[in-house]
């Protein structure tokens, strides 16, 4: 990197050259579909099946071999949640948003009533709600940036929102720019990730609608197992986006094992491709996940010219039907498993007490 680009970088940080860049911060995507309503009945049904309960969420209920009960809308589930995550060191959650009627709204309105949610920062992904009707639309873009302003919610670069976007068909850019432009009026500057598929290409798409940086939300893949998929996205994801030299928050994946889905369809997903798909990648162990965060952490120390943001972001906190999480599953005796979140707690650990100066970073 350039020494003048460089020092751009560390003043957007609001670093000097010289100091010690602050490490990365990290955060977990939450699909909050275990709270009630229509959402969990499909998904208790993709876990019925006893060969998928060793990845129920730890607060479910079997009820026999190919039934299950999950109940995780109460504030004792997220308050203890919180204290998991908290432990575990991880510094922020970024919430799929959705209308707030919709029960997919009730975990991120009752992290927003806990008592402990100071131990953790939120964020959101804006999604379904930029779907919402035209009659509901001005009051959910008046959510959204009043979310913004809340004051647990996740920084970056000096005060600005953080503030990831998805959508799985046709992304509604006109309703985003509806919402930035309402976020501008409130003396607000988001940073906007797109999470897209391809780096360099959605770059070029989204960078003159103000998006400031892409990323992903997570790869998918027929691998046979979990280390290959996790080089899938460090080549195709990290690397494409440090070679085109674009804007980029790492994603780090806990897998992508659709099975579930695949055997109890959701009604959302009727027609996806994975359905003809015969091989998923394994089981990822807990020890194998700190790897790829640890490499993740790495990337973004070794390219702050790309990674500004100075954040890594976890597919997923609970995808749990989709093979996806960090979350405490419901153990063989009962109790919670919290093997990933241990080893996701020693890296961080071992980073933040590793540093570095900033000076000395962002050699390739």
């Given at each position: 990197?350039?020494?003048?680009t460089?020092?751009?970088?560390?003043?957007?940080?609001?670093?000097?050259?010289?100091?010690v860049?602050?490490a990365?911060t990290?955060?977990a995507?939450?699909?909050?579909?275990?709270?009630?309503?229509p959402?969990?009945?499909?998904?208790?049904?993709?876990?019925?099946?006893?060969?998928?309960?060793d990845?129920?969420?730890?607060?479910?209920?079997?009820?026999?071999?190919?039934?299950?009960?999950?109940?995780?809308?109460?504030?004792?589930?997220?308050?203890?949640?919180?204290?998991?995550?908290?432990?575990?060191?991880?510094?922020?959650w970024?919430?799929l948003?959705?209308?707030?009627?919709?029960?997919?709204?009730?975990?991120?309105?009752?992290?927003?009533s806990?008592?402990?949610?100071?131990?953790?920062?939120?964020?959101?992904i804006?999604?379904?709600?930029?779907?919402?009707?035209p009659?509901?639309?001005?009051?959910e873009?008046?959510?959204?940036v009043?979310?913004l302003?809340?004051?647990e919610?996740?920084?970056?670069?000096?005060?600005?929102?953080?503030?990831?976007?998805?959508?799985?068909h046709?992304?509604?850019?006109?309703?985003?720019?509806?919402?930035?432009?309402?976020?501008?009026?409130?003396?607000?500057?988001?940073?906007?990730v797109f999470?897209?598929?391809?780096?360099k290409?959605?770059?070029?798409?989204?960078?003159a609608?103000?998006?400031d940086?892409?990323?992903?939300?997570?790869?998918?893949?027929?691998?046979?197992c979990?280390?290959?998929?996790?080089?899938?996205v460090?080549?195709?994801?990290?690397?494409a986006?440090?070679?085109a030299?674009?804007?980029?928050?790492?994603l780090?994946?806990?897998?992508?094992?659709k099975r579930?889905?695949?055997?109890?369809?959701?009604?959302w997903?009727?027609?996806?491709?994975?359905?003809?798909?015969?091989?998923?990648?394994?089981?990822?162990?807990?020890?194998?996940?700190?790897?790829?965060?640890?490499r993740?952490?790495?990337f973004?120390?070794s390219?702050?010219?790309i990674?500004?943001?100075?954040t890594?972001?976890?597919?997923?906190?609970n995808?749990?039907?989709?093979g996806?999480?960090?979350?405490?599953?419901?153990g063989?005796?009962?109790d919670p498993?919290?093997s990933?979140?241990d080893?996701?707690?020693r890296?961080?650990t071992?980073?933040?007490t590793?540093?570095?100066?900033?000076?000395?970073?962002?050699?390739?």
């Amino acid at each position: 990197m350039h020494a003048l680009t460089f020092n751009l970088v560390l003043c957007a940080c609001g670093v000097a050259a010289g100091d010690v860049l602050p490490a990365p911060t990290v955060g977990a995507i939450r699909w909050d579909a275990w709270t009630g309503g229509p959402a969990t009945e499909q998904v208790e049904r993709t876990l019925g099946p006893s060969q998928y309960h060793d990845r129920l969420p730890w607060f479910a209920e079997v009820l026999d071999d190919n039934r299950v009960r999950i109940k995780g809308g109460r504030q004792e589930v997220m308050d203890r949640e919180i204290r998991f995550a908290a432990n575990a060191g991880l510094e922020y959650w970024a919430f799929l948003l959705y209308p707030r009627s919709n029960s997919m709204s009730t975990a991120l309105a009752q992290y927003l009533s806990s008592p402990d949610r100071r131990h953790i920062r939120f964020c959101v992904i804006l999604h379904n709600t930029l779907n919402a009707s035209p009659e509901q639309w001005p009051q959910e873009r008046e959510r959204a940036v009043a979310l913004l302003r809340r004051p647990e919610y996740q920084t970056v670069l000096n005060h600005r929102p953080l503030v990831y976007a998805f959508m799985g068909h046709l992304f509604p850019f006109e309703r985003f720019a509806e919402f930035l432009t309402a976020a501008h009026d409130a003396g607000l500057n988001p940073y906007c990730v797109f999470m897209g598929w391809d780096p360099k290409a959605d770059f070029a798409q989204v960078s003159a609608r103000e998006f400031d940086a892409v990323s992903a939300y997570a790869r998918g893949g027929s691998e046979a197992c979990f280390a290959d998929l996790a080089k899938s996205v460090e080549e195709h994801y990290w690397r494409a986006a440090a070679g085109a030299q674009v804007p980029y928050v790492p994603l780090v994946t806990t897998g992508w094992d659709k099975r579930p889905r695949k055997d109890n369809p959701v009604s959302w997903e009727q027609h996806a491709a994975y359905h003809q798909q015969d091989q998923f990648p394994s089981r990822a162990a807990p020890g194998e996940i700190a790897a790829h965060l640890q490499r993740a952490l790495g990337f973004v120390r070794s390219h702050p010219d790309i990674c500004i943001a100075n954040t890594v972001i976890i597919y997923a906190w609970n995808e749990y039907d989709e093979g996806g999480w960090l979350a405490p599953t419901r153990g063989a005796d009962g109790d919670p498993d919290t093997s990933r979140l241990d080893a996701v707690q020693r890296v961080l650990t071992y980073q933040r007490t590793t540093t570095q100066p900033a000076d000395t970073r962002g050699q390739p």
